[in-house]
């Protein structure tokens, strides 16, 4: 029998992707999961296996082509005893379903057929073993594979309803992975260091009190219809095993879905004009995304590239194509991490879209560094660091107090401001995947001491891959202190949609003329980035300098802050 292999749904609003490699050619002899192509989407290089096994027949894409979903990919022979449940009924399989004994005999196209919620294995209604299947959970909006950083249980293990049994990286954080049903580890079909797909099995957990499944309605997506008595049976000589790849999946209660509010019609729509639904602003109630809403950001990105010369967001990039580097000597293409892509598309969205303006000033933070120094003991015995960034911290929420434009955001789609009545301040953290900014939350309802513990436990968190997405979220104000590694001034990149980033650079003693005479001082630069549509120079200037004067004078944050 003939089967097209298609290209198989890839996540919400994905509808193509580039071929990277086919890794077949007509003749070639192709087993079950052996991978027929990569492919790469805007998220992710994926590999595609193969369902079947068989001789390749047909190669329909080459390299560097784009495919659509659903698409044929190759067409591939096989016996007809891998198909068997492709000519049966809708009742045939019905029946078939409840009457699974074995997990090794199944055919992959039985295993396609199953739920993908928990779905014992059972002899008959009283059984005493009952395997549930694991899988990796929805991440978020098109994010369709993760890292595996860390399995923390192996085959024997008693596992708990509710505990940690993966660590997984996916672009911007590390999460932790419970799991709902408690049992004995019967099977881990993954392991540190693994890619794995949403969706992906990755442990098999036996739990003798789990219930049968008898009315089971399947949540794979099957284009195949029923056929009725005046419905032609379709012919069994060439299947189409598009299906065989769920796209509905159980989500963990413990696991937050980052979804956008829109209709699929309007992601769609979204999708075909080139636009990033996740950065439309929604009209609708609960922020919900109308196609008009689409337009409308369509429409401002639009006008500002004839105006500006320049794109962001999800339409309109330019692209300058690359020269043969090879031509000149011997190069190395690396693949950027998720971290460092995702760093790359957010701050040249924010270059593109906020009007940058950058002031620099000086702070003489010679008795402070005396203060510093004198309360340390008692910060690092509370357990935390006494360092300028956690005064600097106390020292902003202060800031916002005098200067309440600073704590805002542009919503030019309304033409409106909006104040925040909060004060979050995200913290830069260098890491060895790139930078991360991990938000502390009500800073101006903190004291140093707890500000200090609160910046050591998350800068920490960052680097050892613990940081929740809910943790680098909701920040109003930026501060990237490079102190430590060295220079003098520098023009950090608003994090929009924050309007104002504070950078510090490294501190250094300088002769400062005092009462007739040239004193040693030690002298930090600060660099401030702003959105100049919202802060215009005059308060840009006035801010930093009541951050200077702060930090030279620490009564004033009691006196005016």
């Known amino acids: 029998m003939i089967v097209d292999f298609r290209l198989p749904h890839l996540g919400d609003g994905i509808n193509s992707a580039d071929v990277i490699k086919v890794n077949l050619k007509e003749g070639d002899k192709v087993e079950v999961d052996q991978v027929v192509v990569e492919i790469e989407t805007d998220k992710a290089t994926v590999e595609i296996p193969s369902d079947v096994s068989g001789i390749v027949k047909k190669v329909y894409v080459k390299d560097g082509q784009k495919a659509n979903v659903g698409e044929p990919l190759v067409e591939i022979e096989v016996s007809s005893s891998q198909l068997t449940v492709e000519s049966e009924t809708e009742e045939t399989r019905e029946e078939k379903k409840p009457k699974i004994k074995n997990k090794e005999s199944e055919t992959r196209s039985q295993k396609s057929e199953k739920v993908i919620e928990a779905q014992p294995t059972t002899d008959h209604q009283s059984s005493i073993t009952n395997n549930y299947e694991f899988k990796i959970p929805p991440l978020g909006e098109n994010i369709i594979t993760a890292n595996i950083t860390k399995v923390l249980v192996k085959i024997g293990d008693k596992v708990d309803v509710d505990q940690i049994i993966l660590e997984i990286e996916t672009d911007k954080a590390t999460i932790e992975i419970p799991t709902e049903v408690g049992g004995v580890v019967k ?19 036996e739990n003798k ?69 996740s950065q439309v602003r929604g009209s609708g ?64 969205y924010s270059w593109a879209t906020v009007p940058h303006v950058t002031q620099f000033d000086k702070a003489d933070i010679t008795e402070l560094e005396n203060l510093r120094k004198q309360f340390g003991k008692k910060v690092s015995e509370a357990g935390g660091k006494l360092t300028v960034t956690a005064i600097l911290l106390k020292v902003i929420a202060s800031a916002f107090k005098v200067f309440p434009q600073f704590n805002t955001s542009v919503d030019m789609d309304k033409s409106e401001i909006i104040f925040k009545k909060f004060i979050n301040v995200g913290v830069a953290v260098d890491t060895d995947r790139g930078l991360l900014v991990p938000v502390i939350r009500d800073v101006d309802k903190k ?27 909701g920040g109003c104000f930026t501060i990237s202190n490079l102190g430590g590694i060295g220079g003098t001034y520098f023009t950090p990149i ?10 510090v650079s490294k501190s250094s003693y300088e002769p400062v003329y005092i009462n007739e005479k040239f004193e040693p001082r030690l002298i930090m630069p600060l660099s401030l980035s702003y959105d100049h549509r919202i802060i215009d120079g005059a308060d840009g200037i006035r801010f930093v300098r009541w951050v200077v004067n702060a930090l030279e004078n620490p009564f004033l944050l009691s006196l005016e802050g």
Do not use: C
């Not at 009190?209 to 099957?222: A, G, H, K, V």
């Not at 994090?495 to 104002?500: F, I, L, M, Q, R």
């Open 187 to 205: 099977e881990v079909k993954v392991k540190d260091g693994d890619k794995a797909a949403v969706g992906q099995i990755a442990l098999i957990i």
């Open 209 to 277: 009190e789990l219930q049968p499944i008898t009315n089971y309605q399947s949540p794979i997506t099957d284009n195949r219809q029923p056929t009725t008595d005046n419905q032609q049976q379709p012919s069994p000589s060439k299947i189409d095993l598009t299906h065989h790849l769920p796209t509905v999946i159980s989500v963990p209660k413990n696991i937050s879905k980052v979804v956008v509010p829109a209709a699929p019609s309007v992601r769609r729509f979204a999708h075909e004009i080139g636009v990033d639904i």
């Open 285 to 348: 109630s609960g922020g919900r995304i109308s196609i008009e809403d689409v337009k409308t950001y369509a429409k401002t990105l639009n006008e500002q590239i004839q105006k500006g010369g320049f794109s962001s967001g999800g339409i309109g990039v330019v692209k300058e194509s690359l020269p043969d580097f090879s031509k000149w000597g011997e190069i190395e293409r690396q693949p950027m991490s998720n971290i460092r892509r995702k760093t790359a598309e957010h701050l040249s």
């Open 447 to 473: 004291n140093i001491i707890q500000l200090s513990i609160e910046l050591q436990e998350v800068s920490k968190k960052a680097r050892d891959k613990k940081l929740s997405l809910e943790e680098m979220q």
């Open 494 to 503: 608003v994090n929009s949609p924050e309007v104002a980033i504070l950078g």
